[in-house]
């Protein structure tokens, strides 16, 4: 149910690697059981911030429930900061709280 969608101007070598690196921290960020978690990543797009087209990168966070911005801002940004060798000024977070009702699995919705 957690979706992370990792769009970035950076070529990943190994994107398997980061994929599963990505999808243990973000179930264990969120306290969420990992076998729900679905990453998507976008890698050599062409992307522009501040101006430039120095390394960046847009990290998409839906969930039903378990998203606290303040309290996961930090710990998301230092991660994907290292992972990607992105400066932290150069990545934007974006989270949304998705209601159980409007997110469906195996042919149903959660709510």
């Known amino acids: 149910m957690p979706l992370l969608n990792i769009s970035t101007n950076k070529e990943i070598k190994n994107e398997q690697m980061l994929l599963s690196k990505s999808s243990d921290f973000i179930s264990s960020l969120l306290n969420k059981p990992e076998n729900f978690v679905m990453v998507k990543l976008s890698d050599s797009l062409q992307m522009l911030f501040s101006g430039t087209n120095e390394p960046c990168c847009f990290i998409e966070i839906k969930s039903i429930g378990s998203i606290e911005p303040s309290k996961m ?39």
């Open 73 to 111: 801002s930090k710990p998301i940004c230092e991660f994907f900061s290292n992972e990607l060798e992105i400066s932290k000024e150069r990545i934007y977070i974006f989270f949304q709280n998705v209601d159980s009702s409007m997110w469906a699995w195996n042919s149903r919705t959660f709510g």
